[in-house]
């Protein structure tokens, strides 16, 4: 019997996307068992201190309510390895927003009113949350986000920056940013007669989100079972449990009912995380030729004071461009904020902002095409650890979208293209990203009537995770892709890793392979058909994934973007947006374009549109709602095109892909900020490019 045609690395429509356009699909707030209450958390209200005196009297009575929680009577912890998880545990207030109460009620509506009766005393003290680059609390940590050296020093960037011909000298800013997924951070949790807890929620992994409670409620792991089937996105927010899963466990278990906890959008700026702002110092130093002689990139971010998140924002300079000298390096200061956390491409999305700005702003200085400039300094081995790149295609990215996007047509000199009261400019700008693996598990299963059964506890964040899972093991298998069924989003399935740092694909995909094949070879060798409880092969690609790889592994690509600025207005409209990527083999087209597309997205709203700031006075930010904070909407996006080169990497895993979830969103504001240089003459240096920042350089 011939092998059916492989449909790994075919446009195979989403398996559940029918479901989520017919409401078919259930997020975790849309689980409601029997008796379940609702729960409404309530942020402090002041910037720093401690809570005083708390009345419930006022709550209790109001009809419906039937709980209120704080630090005086709510479960105490065990151990929480996130300490933004130790809510309710004392008085403390380490910024405005920390949940001092939960109230419980028999309807959402009365669990808000009850909220809104509590009578809550607060001590205050003096807090700080304004980052300043010359701030006195800074310093410099030992590692970033991702465990890299906070500092990485080759050569004597200073001297070789003093004495080069061509020197860049910029500061770039990038303010608070928020990942407002369109499904809100929610929970809904039960606690069964046996003491068992299993809850309904909204994250990213479901592993990690098991393991979490169970350290923080002293329970075993497998006394958890924790389900995400379907996740509203995430963007990064939803990589840990966030405080509302902590709650909706502690309510359950005072209230001994159900109860469901969804975070209000207007909190969610101040208990999910959000992309600490930067300060960044780049210095550039060049031959006459174009040729870098020193690359200095120096950051200054914020942190909180529960736990230290410093976002590795000069890490890319590390990798990109290859010079003789460089600096990278990261200060941070502990605030009286929100604690950071992962946002889309945390560090290389700022970080490459700034460096492709300096960049360009090198080309401009050196009279030079910017993507020449790139070109030239295209390196063989990533110059921070020497090692030979298991692929490199950035240079390919470069020159296949400047011929498709019709770079070299146009007019370099700024300001020069009219349209009426339009100013029209291009601007390019190089991504990266590193490739990222962890070790998963997987079980796949053949049954007697000749059908195949996938076990892994991937979560599709809106990726379309398991078609793609299901494409890989029908490929391993030799099966048709219809004849797999693939089970995701559950901790009672075999251990994988959170679906983030554009490694869920990779990993999650490396065990299935693993445990397919195994199973395509017991089948071989097993005669006759499958017994009657079928085969099983269960796989763990541990060994695999522990061996430190020799090579330098990162996708590449470059972004291609045309504005058009009105002089009258200072409005800024992106007319088009090109991206060609390298990111190995692309193992689905419809859904790799659909994540490409999405954070280049993504990068125009950080360019133009997304804008938070602290209010030094509150302590608050000031964008915590979609009315307030702005992303892109249908309007805001024009025709976006998203091409990627083939690779064949074989230094990766078995399917040779790369991620590509971050890839799309780096260097994609930078695009845009240089195309309104262009446009302008006007270098801006402070995102996001705004009417009111643009319009004074255009009167």
Known sequence: MSQP??????????????????????????????????GWPVPATIARGRVESVDTGEALALPGVRAVLTHHDAPRLKDPDDPVLAVLQNDRVPHRGWYVALVVADTLEQARAGAAALRIGYETAAHD????????????????????????????????????????????TVGPLHNHPMEPHATTAWWTDDGRLVLHDSSQGSTTVRDSLAAALGLRPEQITAVSEHVGGGFGSKGTPRPQTVLAAMAASR?????KVVVPRRQMAAVVGHRAPTVQRIRLGAEDDGTLASVIHEVVTHTSTLKEFVEQAAVPARVLYGSAHSRTAHRVTALDVPSPSWMRAPGEAPGMYALESAMDELASALGMDPVELRLRNDPAHEPDSGRPFSSRGLAACLERGAARFGWHERDPSPAAREEGPLLIGSGVASATYPVYITSSSASAHAAPDGSYHVRVNATDIGTGARTVLAQIAADALGVPEAEVRIDIGSSALPDAPLAGGSMGTASWGWAVHKACTALRRQLREHTGPPPPEGLTVHADTGPETAAESPYARHAFGAHFAEVAVDTRTGETRVRRMLGVFAAGRVLN??????????????????????????????????????????VPVSADVPRIEAHWIDEDDPHLNPMGSKGIGEIGIVGAAAAVGNAVRHATGVRLRSLPITPDTLLPYLL
């Open 5 to 38: 045609p492989s449909t790994l690395g075919s446009p195979v429509v989403r398996r559940e996307g029918r479901e989520k356009v017919t409401g078919g699909a259930r997020y975790a707030a849309e689980h409601t068992p029997p008796g379940c209450l609702y």
């Open 129 to 172: 949350v304004l980052l300043t680059e010359d701030h006195p609390g800074l310093y410099t940590p030992e590692t970033v986000n991702g465990g890299y050296p906070a500092v990485r020093e080759r050569g004597d960037a200073e001297r070789a920056f003093a004495t080069a011909p061509v020197q860049i000298d910029a500061v770039y």
């Open 255 to 259: 209230t001994g009912r159900p109860v």
């Open 589 to 630: 087209p419809r859904t790799a374009r659909s994540q490409f597309i999405g954070g280049m997205t993504m990068g125009i709203g950080m360019a133009l549109t997304e804008s938070s700031s602290l209010d030094p006075a509150f302590g608050d930010f000031t964008g915590n709602d979609l009315a307030s904070y702005h």
